[in-house]
C-alpha cells in the first residue's frame, strides 16, 4: 500500500478484555515500530522488529503486551487483561531497515479501556 | 537514555508571520525527524534532517548536530500549519533503534 495501515482506528473494551492491534506496514519495509501515545507520558517507543525478530522487548510497559511480526509484513501488538492505564493512541511505524533510516507512521489505534 | 526538548511548548501567531521552532538532544544522532501532528492524530513526516539544511515550500529546517540542535521555520504561516510539531531523535550507535520524542510545540495560527 501506499502507507502504513492500522486496524482498528477505534477499540473500545471492558477491563480485563483482550485486544489485538495490528499494524500492515510500507511495502519493502524490514523495520517496524510500535509506540504508544497518552495524555501523561506523551510519545513512547514500545517494541522494534528487524524482519520477524525482535531483538529489544524492554519498552513494552509489563508482561500483559506482547508483540508478534510474521512474514516479515503484518505485525500484532496484544495487549492481555487490559486495564485502565492501557488507554491510549497505539501508533506503529515502518523504515527501510532499522538505524538512521526515515520512520513513516501509521494513523494509529485509539484504545479506550472502560 | 537520550534527552529531547522543544522550545517553545506554546506559539500563537497571526496569519502570515514566521516562526522558529527549536530542538535540543543531548547526544549524538543519525536520525532527526519534524513531525506535524494534525487533529485526527496522524504524524505527517516534514524532515528527515539529522544534519544540513532542507527546504520544502514555506518550511525549511536546520540541524547543528556539532551543536546539538534543530530548528524549523515556518515562514507566512496559515491557520491550516496549526497543530503540534514534534521533533525526533536516534541516537548514534548501539543496538536501540527507536525515536524519542520531545513533548511538542503546539502552534496556533489565527485567522
Known amino acids: 500500500g501506499a502507507g502504513v495501515s492500522q486496524s482498528p482506528s477505534n477499540k473500545v473494551t471492558e477491563k480485563g478484555k483482550d485486544v489485538e492491534l495490528r499494524c500492515d506496514p510500507i511495502s519493502g519495509h524490514t523495520a517496524l515500530y510500535w509506540y504508544r501515545q497518552s495524555l501523561g507520558q506523551g510519545l513512547e517507543f514500545l517494541i522494534y522488529f528487524q524482519g520477524n525478530s525482535a531483538p529489544d522487548k524492554s519498552g513494552l510497559p509489563s508482561d500483559r503486551f506482547s508483540a508478534e511480526r510474521t512474514g516479515g509484513s503484518v505485525s500484532t501488538l496484544t495487549i492481555q487483561r487490559t486495564q485502565q492505564e492501557d488507554s491510549a493512541v497505539y501508533l506503529c511505524?515502518?523504515?527501510?531497515?532499522?538505524?538512521?533510516?526515515?520512520?513513516?507512521f501509521g494513523p494509529g489505534t485509539r484504545l479506550t479501556v472502560t | 537514555g537520550i534527552q529531547v526538548e522543544q522550545s517553545p511548548p506554546d506559539l500563537i501567531l497571526q496569519e502570515g508571520a514566521n516562526s522558529t521552532l527549536r530542538c535540543n538532544f543531548s547526544?549524538?544522532?543519525?536520525?532527526l525527524q519534524w513531525f506535524h501532528q494534525n487533529p485526527w492524530g496522524q504524524l505527517i513526516n516534514l524532515f528527515y534532517i539529522p544534519s544540513g539544511t532542507k527546504q520544502n515550500g514555506r518550511l525549511s529546517a536546520t540541524t547543528v548536530a556539532t551543536e546539538r540542535y534543530s530548528l524549523l521555520y515556518i515562514s507566512s504561516s496559515q491557520t491550516t500549519d496549526s497543530g503540534v510539531y514534534f521533533c525526533a531523535v536516534r541516537r548514534s550507535g548501539g543496538s536501540n533503534y527507536k525515536l524519542t520524542f520531545g513533548k511538542g510545540t503546539l502552534l496556533t495560527v489565527n485567522p
Open positions: 511505524a515502518s523504515s527501510l531497515a532499522v538505524g538512521g533510516h526515515e520512520q513513516y
Open positions: 547526544d549524538s544522532v543519525n536520525n
